[in-house]
């Protein structure tokens, strides 16, 4: 073991006088001074400025629909259903015409854990995990039906 | 008749008005500063930048429920923050805050409410009652925090009483008189202010006027992480806000008290030079005020930048320092103004 640091004794004049001028205590003082630049905080106002995370967050779910002609890209395979492992998911389909069509798709985000297995499982790009980390409500409508899941996340936008 | 009951009135009223609008700006202020000092912005959601945020406290703590805790002695729990507010607006009486003086419908009013012979007396006097409102607000509450509180208070505001009782005497022996106006007046005749004549007596008064309003760094007796919150823990509500008024005025009298006696009053710097006389053109209230928003902004660098005394540590500063250093000032500046006559 070796000491960190080496004891020099200093003058007993020069530790008095910074004692009696509380030389300290001003080099204190000009520190906290110079600190005060409030045009360099980056602090975020949060309603206003959100902050920017990463493609990859997987916040809530989204069932993405073709931008051409509206449909479903969902081909209700349910694989989701048996790649969560929290069972969150339940897929209802019908036999139209030989192909499964979806018809209601409920999401439970109360016990969701947003491990993304469901949205990897999925082979379209119908499931998806977005953005969204606002997900605090006021009621406990957990259970996400076919509709709220198709809006996606609404953002509130706040002006001040 | 009009110059002795209309006048006061209405200049009691713009100043009890004008400090009550401080105070509550003084907790904006210093809410913000230390923010600044500490890499961060303090309030900014109500209203631009925050600015309506005391109005937002205000109405919050008016409509907060009043708790009476349970064995306490409701007459005096209600009289405590009465008792340390009303010395703390009091003493503004005798606050000089200008000496120019214009005259309204032929009646003479001056810009201080009323000049007293033995105004540092009166402010030193009504000062120590604000120390009876602390105790009896901690011994009503029945309660073990705010009866440790307020006694370490109490007692901590005694004892640098004293020290400030002295630094005040050094000033004294120049002036030759305790009338506030005459005070500044006797700077304004010697051509230099009073912190420069006497700089121990200013630095004493600076430290006993810290101590005696309980702020950083000798607020022990009210910090939040070692007393729970020292003597106004069981108050909620309107008397919180009676107590948090007292504390802020308390502070806006010692820096205008400060400013009186040390740093020249209404006075512009070095009143008394030809060559600086354009500094004369602004008026002697905006001396005062930007003289006594330094101190406050004083304050709250303190606040920023110390961690606070233990209080052991803060009594034997009080008590073995500042007293000796205090009265070997006194002494010394009645020894050379004898022999330097």
């Known amino acids: 073991m070796y000491r960190l640091t080496t004891f020099r004794p200093k003058s007993f004049f020069a530790e008095f006088f910074k004692s009696l001028f509380f030389v300290d205590l001003i080099k204190g003082l000009i520190v906290t001074f110079y600190y005060q630049k409030p045009s360099e905080n980056i602090t975020e106002q949060y ?19 073709d931008p051409e002609t509206g449909e479903t890209l969902c081909i209700a ?53 977005t953005q969204d980390f606002e997900l605090a409500s006021y009621n406990r409508d957990f259970i996400w039906d076919r509709t709220r899941l198709e809006n996606g996340p609404e953002i509130v936008k706040y002006k001040k | 008749m009009v110059e002795y009951f209309v006048i006061p009135a209405v200049q009691i009223v713009v100043v009890f008005l004008a400090v009550s609008v401080m105070v509550a700006y003084m907790t904006y202020l210093e809410r913000k500063v230390v923010a600044f000092m500490q890499a961060r912005l303090g309030p900014m ?13 205000a109405v919050k703590l008016m409509i907060k429920e009043d708790i009476i805790p349970a064995g306490a002695d409701k007459l005096i729990f209600t009289l405590g923050p009465v008792i340390t507010l009303i010395p703390a607006f009091a003493v503004f009486s005798v606050i000089p805050f200008s000496g120019s003086q214009f005259s309204v ?29 602390i105790i009896l607000g901690g011994w009503s509450s029945n309660s073990k925090y705010p009866l440790l509180g307020s006694l370490r208070s109490a007692a901590q505001m005694v004892s640098y009483e004293v020290a400030m009782g002295f630094s005040v005497v050094s000033v004294l022996l120049y002036t030759h008189t305790l009338s506030m106006v005459q005070i500044v007046e006797a700077q304004k005749n010697m051509g230099w202010w009073f912190a420069v004549i006497q700089p121990i007596g200013f630095i004493i008064y600076l430290i006993c006027g810290v101590a005696e309003t309980n702020r950083a760094p000798f607020d022990l007796p ?34 205008s008290i400060a400013v009186t006696l040390f740093w020249g009053g209404w006075l512009a710097p070095f009143p008394n030079v030809k060559a600086l006389a354009f ?16 101190f406050l902004y004083l304050y709250i660098w303190l606040r920023a930048t110390l961690p606070r005394f233990r209080y052991d540590q803060l009594m034997r500063v009080g008590w073995k320092f500042l007293i000796p250093v205090a009265m070997a000032n006194v002494i010394l500046t009645a020894v050379l103004r004898l022999y330097l006559k």
């Not at chain 1, 206003?48 to 069932?63: H, S």
């Not at chain 2, 419908?105 to 009652?129: C, E, M, P, Q, R």
């Open chain 2, 45 to 57: 959601r109500v209203g631009y930048w925050g600015l309506l945020q005391p109005i937002a406290d």
């Open chain 1, 47 to 65: 309603p206003k400025e959100r902050p920017r995370v990463a493609e990859r967050f997987r916040g809530a779910p989204r069932l993405n629909k």
């Open chain 2, 105 to 133: 419908f032929g009646y003479k009013v001056h810009l201080y409410i009323t000049d007293v012979n033995v105004g540092i007396l009166f402010i030193l006097a009504l000062s120590s009652i604000g120390v009876l409102g």
């Open chain 2, 279 to 294: 500094l004369q053109v602004i008026p002697g209230l905006i001396w005062f005020l930007l003289k006594v928003y330094f």
């Open chain 1, 77 to 129: 395979c349910k694989l989701c259903q048996l790649a969560c492992p929290i069972d969150c998911i339940e897929v209802g389909s019908e036999k139209v015409e030989k192909k499964n069509v979806l018809t209601t798709f409920t999401y439970d985000i109360g016990h969701c854990m947003y491990c993304g297995l469901c949205e990897d499982a999925c082979p379209t790009p119908a499931l998806e995990l």
């Open chain 2, 222 to 255: 009210e910090a939040e992480s070692e007393l729970v919150a020292g003597f106004h823990t069981e108050y909620s509500g309107f008397r919180f806000a009676l107590y948090f008024l007292a504390e802020y005025a308390n502070m806006i009298l010692i820096s």
